[in-house]
């Protein structure tokens, strides 16, 4: 069925990058970005602000740019998350502080000398994720990742 969208390609293929070949959701996305946008063209820009999958990608960018001290690039997400509204901050500090306690366990953990599996058990993190934690653990030091968390949890 035609429903006369108009969509910039470099949107269909943001699009289609983070929805992958679901076309139910595809169709569900087209939709509510059509409607956002009206008469006008889809933008990459409207992508990135509606589809689901790209607000979480960049809250998992923004936790990883905190954490591993990019503070340029925590900066520029952040600012952008605050115009368009899309994370409270309280949010944002609940899944940095998250994080962070994860990073001291680890931490501890590496410096115990423990296998990846005691690791994974004692943070629940799995495959890619417990790769990226342990890498940010080991990066940081069980130092530097406590007075991370002690600083984000008293502010």
């Known amino acids: 069925m035609q429903r006369g969208i108009s969509i910039d390609p470099r949107a269909i293929e943001a699009l289609t ?9 595809l169709a569900t996305e087209l939709e509510k970005l059509a409607m956002y946008a009206g008469p006008r063209a889809i933008t990459p820009e409207d992508v990135r602000l509606l589809t689901p999958q790209a607000r979480e990608e960049r809250i998992f960018d923004l936790v990883d740019a905190v ?3 990019r503070a340029a690039d925590a900066l520029r997400l952040l600012r952008r998350m605050r115009e368009d509204g899309s994370e409270t901050p309280s949010h944002l500090f609940s ?3 998250r994080q962070l306690r ?11 000398r423990a296998p990846a599996e005691t690791i994974s058990a004692a943070t629940g993190a799995r495959g890619y994720p ?6 940010q653990a080991r990066a940081a030091g ?14």
């Open 95 to 97: 899944l940095i502080a």
């Open 130 to 135: 417990l790769e990226k934690l342990s890498r």
């Open 67 to 69: 954490v591993e001290g």
């Open 17 to 25: 990058d983070l929805v992958g070949a679901n076309l139910r959701t």
């Open 142 to 155: 069980r130092g530097a990742a406590e007075a991370s968390l002690r600083a984000v949890e008293h502010s």
């Open 102 to 112: 994860m990073m001291v366990r680890a931490a501890e953990l590496i410096e115990a």
